[in-house]
């Protein structure tokens, strides 16, 4: 299984950036695509998450209104339209992907680094 991200880089508060995760490597439907977050100092923590045949979405309450969750299931793609972005935003994005019929096996992207400035 593999996770390819990109869109990461520097924005200014109140920009927009959109991140990208390209799943490969396994043919399973059935499975969750996550993004989630991480500071210096601070716990990874859920930014937004969405499931597959099902599409259901959660999201962050912080993100709430402001970020946007989607998937191409044609290209096993999961974007993270992130708008209105603030300097708490700024942090490491990772992809997840969890296959519930392997056991909900998980599997994690690299990290792509976001930095929103003030």
């Known amino acids: 299984v593999k996770l390819e991200e990109s869109g990461g880089g520097v924005v200014q508060a109140g920009g927009s950036l959109r991140l990208s995760c390209m799943a490969s490597g396994f043919s399973y439907t059935d499975l969750a695509l996550s993004w989630y977050r991480q500071s210096p100092g601070k716990e990874r923590e859920l930014v937004a998450s969405?499931?597959?045949?099902?599409?259901?979405?959660r999201y962050a309450d912080p993100v709430k209104g402001r970020f946007t969750i989607s998937r191409d299931k044609d290209k096993n793609t999961v974007y993270l339209q992130m708008n209105n972005l603030a300097p708490e935003g700024t942090a490491g994005y990772f992809c997840?992907?969890?296959?519930?019929?392997?056991?909900?096996?998980?599997?994690w992207g690299r990290g792509n680094q976001v930095t929103v400035s003030s």
């Open positions: 969405i499931t597959a045949p099902e599409e259901t979405i």
């Open positions: 997840q992907l969890r296959l519930w019929s392997l056991g909900s096996s998980t599997f």
